[in-house]
């Protein structure tokens, strides 16, 4: 059984910073790929950002390049997303999700999910 939960949500001016964390439990995190995902009220649940099993490759949406770091550290079970220049666009739930697949870009391919944790971007 893997779970995941994740943590650091909250409200924050535009501008500013937040560092979401998702811990995993489970001996086997360094197999799984992680992914970073959002969903707004009334919008589908996109992905954020995504790092391979080993942390040596990082993918993300357009929408946060530059801005968002996503990172993870396999002795800890955790994966990190630094969240800089917040914009009130980025307001959402954010979920944490694993995966063995190598096509860690897309949603269908994740397994297992957290039970998010609200970003608010105020204006």
């Known amino acids: 059984q893997v779970q995941l939960v994740e943590s650091g949500g909250g409200l924050v001016q535009a501008g500013g910073s937040l560092r979401l964390s998702c811990a995993v439990s489970?001996?086997?995190?360094?197999?799984?790929?992680m992914g970073w995902f959002r969903q707004a009220p009334g919008k589908e649940r996109d992905i954020v950002a995504a790092?391979?099993?080993?942390?040596?490759?990082?993918y993300y949406a357009d929408s946060v390049k530059g801005r968002f770091t996503i990172s993870r550290d396999n002795a800890k079970n955790t994966v990190y997303l630094q969240m800089n220049s917040l914009k009130p666009e980025d307001t959402a739930v954010y979920y944490c999700?694993?995966?063995?697949?190598?096509?860690?870009?897309?949603?269908?391919?994740?397994?297992?999910w957290g039970q998010g944790t609200q970003v608010t971007v105020s204006s």
């Open positions: 999700a694993a995966t063995y697949s190598v096509s860690y870009y897309y949603r269908e391919e994740y397994d297992y």
């Open positions: 489970g001996r086997t995190f360094s197999s799984y790929a």
């Open positions: 790092i391979s099993w080993s942390g040596g490759t990082t």
